[in-house]
């Protein structure tokens, strides 16, 4: 098995991002996928996509604009 | 001091960070490859073309590397020149080939070198930068200036006189998000621009004798709630944060949280006399041509060039006053007084609740007021203490740039604590009948006041929505103000009972605070610490973790001294029918309080005082 290496972009592990950890995560050639160096988190570049979704979670005025700051 | 004001600052940096990390991924280190310096150059120069394209004028901050780069020099002379760009000297940037075979290190954080070599690196600096431009530069910073530092630059180089001085609370959880490689901590310090002591750059200066000569300002403009708990790398007035937190629609590239979040530092001018600021100042590795985080360098740019058009937008139709650095610190003296303090009340924009806090700076404190905590007191610095803390080799704290809190709910829990012990917070609790409620529980939103005091200062007043307290047999309508009057170095609690359902019970008032020190989330040796009861007679608790405490009835106050950070911390009440108390922590609570009870009545009111002084 070969070495892995940068995939096109920096694509973090969703699972470390989500406790608010930048971990990049490095590509798998072999077997056509990203892997964290940290946890056990692995997955397709879509699936790194979705779940990168997902973290959006806690984000819940991410669409919002606000104009007033008074509560 | 009003209106709204920018600093947009631009640096050329010849080796950016993060970019030998990322694009030079499996090729051996070399700092001076041609195609790093090509691109850094680019970089810069699309920056400042972003902001002079929205007629906003930038303070380019010369890197080391840069004084020795043809054009980038060019460019900064043409751009003063054309757009009245003021061309400063910062102390980021300092890794080139130049540096590396002088100074034989990879360090390149100002702060952490040893005093000898700080001295010798900004002699290097400040005197290359003459050579080149003919003069001295007005402007200077790096991440983090620690007091010598500044010292010591003001006194060879007086025509300093503004300084990017630190990034608001990146301490233990920027090193986290880094997966524990980013090592250095800077929390504790204020999040808009402030005039440092001398004795800490932190603390604000109270007066003249204190004044480092300079005016600082924070690297960028922090969300004041997201940044507390999370990675403040994520929530700041750079664009680049804002991708790096995934704050964007992935389909349409939309990011409306970063102009809520400059709009919020506009809507700070209701707290600060009408001015309000922003800073903006985003290094060249974060326009990496080979895309940053999950950004391809089309978003990067659009990011970029979104943000300036917001404030070029702002600045056309006279809402925004773009200054340079040096314009700003003149400025910034004109207006500002030294005691008065910097106000923040802030809402949530991010997860889309109703969280709201109170941050409140100056020269004696920064503290902040919780109101989803019914107005505890969820961090403590006592500036006060004006502690000296040198950072750097050779020092104590090499890394830690920190001002100590005496409470972070982050670091030491707040009032939620797993199985045993307690956090730290400054809160109040009222019992009836064998029920207690922690007012940590009632969560409430506050207004914002001033009232004239005596020779023409005034007191900022927190007057928080009352709050119900609903015990088994009797209801409380209970308010709240929180006080901080202006110089006096106390925060002020009033609590008022504005009803109750039985006219003629009496509940009991428990006002406290639970204190420790530190830095990190990890618990520092409490030894050493004193606490004591001032009434009749001086009751004392040398702290050894006996869990031990004392009271005594009608005493004045309860007192902490704590010499590892210089600090004496007094609470106590505005009248005498109560008790004042002292409690020692043990092992595995490594933390003091002190306290005041009483009993309150129907429309009663008890305003209780938390005071800090440097310790000796």
């Not at chain 2, 929205?54 to 003063?80: P, V």
């Not at chain 2, 989803?372 to 830690?400: E, F, M, S």
């Amino acid at each position: 098995m070969a070495q892995a290496g940068k995939g096109k972009l920096n694509f973090r592990c969703p699972s470390c991002f989500m406790r608010d950890i930048d971990m990049d995560m490095f590509y798998d050639p072999d077997k056509k996928e990203y892997y964290c160096l940290r946890c056990q988190y692995r997955g397709s570049e879509e699936d790194v996509l979705e779940k990168n979704e997902m973290a959006r979670f806690r984000y819940g005025a991410i669409a919002k604009r606000f104009t007033d700051f008074e509560i | 001091m009003d209106g709204f004001v920018l600093n947009i600052i631009h640096r050329p940096e010849m080796v950016p960070e993060y970019a030998e990390k990322v694009t030079g991924h499996g090729k051996e280190e070399d700092i001076s490859r041609k195609a790093l310096l090509t691109e850094s150059l680019d970089i810069f120069r699309f920056q400042q073309d972003t902001a002079h394209k929205n007629g906003l004028k930038t303070t380019i901050q010369m890197t080391y590397a840069s004084l020795f780069n043809e054009e980038a020099i060019s460019l900064a002379k043409e751009h003063h020149e054309t757009y009245g760009d003021e061309i400063a000297l910062t102390l980021l940037g300092l890794p080139c080939k130049e540096f590396r075979d002088k100074y034989k290190t990879k360090d390149f954080c100002i702060w952490m070198f040893s005093m000898e070599d700080k001295k010798s690196i900004v002699d290097d600096v400040f005197g290359k930068f003459k050579e080149i431009f003919g003069f001295y530069p007005e402007s200077t910073g790096s991440y983090y200036m620690d007091a010598d530092l500044v010292n010591y630059i003001k006194e060879k180089y007086p025509s300093v006189k503004c300084a990017v001085a630190t990034c608001w609370e990146e301490g233990p959880k920027a090193y986290h998000t880094c997966n524990n490689s980013w090592y250095t901590f800077m929390d504790g310090g204020p999040w808009n621009p402030w005039i440092p002591s001398k004795a800490n750059v932190h603390a604000p200066a109270a007066n003249e004798e204190e004044d480092s000569g300079i005016v600082a300002i924070p690297h960028l403009s922090r969300d004041l709630l997201a940044c507390y708990d999370g990675n403040g790398s994520n929530f700041g007035t750079h664009p680049q944060n804002v991708l790096r937190g995934m704050i964007y629609d992935t389909k349409t590239w939309e990011y409306p949280y970063l102009y809520n979040l400059i709009d919020q530092y506009r809507s700070l001018e209701k707290y600060n006399n009408g001015y309000s600021y922003n800073m903006m100042f985003v290094g060249p590795g974060w326009l990496n041509k080979m895309g940053r985080w999950e950004a391809p360098y089309e978003l990067l740019c659009k990011s970029y060039e979104d943000g300036m058009k917001y404030y070029g937008d702002l600045k056309k139709e006279g809402k925004l006053t773009d200054m340079t650095m040096s314009e700003f610190a003149d400025h910034y003296r004109s207006k500002k007084t030294y005691e008065e303090p910097e106000c923040a009340l802030w809402r949530d924009i991010l997860y889309g609740s109703d969280k709201q806090l109170f941050w409140y700076c100056d020269p004696y404190m920064r503290a902040c007021i919780n109101m989803d905590q019914g107005g505890a007191v969820t961090d403590l610095r006592p500036y006060a203490a004006k502690l000296y803390w040198p950072v750097g080799i050779g020092t104590p704290h090499v890394w830690d740039a920190s001002y100590p809190f005496l409470i972070q709910e982050k670091y030491r829990a707040g009032y939620f604590t797993h199985y045993a012990g307690e956090g730290t917070v400054r809160s109040a609790k009222l019992s009836y009948r064998g029920e207690e409620v922690d007012l940590c529980l009632c969560r409430t939103h506050a207004k914002f006041e001033e009232e004239e005091t005596v020779n023409g200062k005034k007191a900022r007043i927190l007057v928080l929505d009352p709050v119900e307290i609903r015990f088994r047999d009797l209801t409380v309508e209970l308010e709240t103000r929180v006080i901080f009057e202006e110089g006096s170095s106390e925060i002020r609690h009033l609590r008022r009972i504005l009803s109750m359902s039985d006219k003629n019970a009496k509940v009991s008032l428990n006002e406290y605070m639970v204190a420790c020190y530190g830095t990190t989330e990890y618990s520092e040796d409490m030894t050493g610490i004193v606490l004591s009861v001032e009434g009749r007679d001086k009751i004392e608790i040398p702290y050894e973790y006996r869990c031990r405490e004392a009271s005594e009835e009608g005493a004045e106050c309860a007192v902490a001294l704590i010499p590892q950070i210089d600090t004496k911390v007094t609470f106590g009440p505005d009248r005498r029918n109560g008790s004042c108390y002292i409690r020692e922590g043990y092992a595995f609570s490594p933390m003091f309080t002190l306290g005041y009870t009483t009993e309150l009545k129907d429309q009663e009111e008890v305003t209780t005082w938390l005071r800090l002084e440097k310790a000796n």
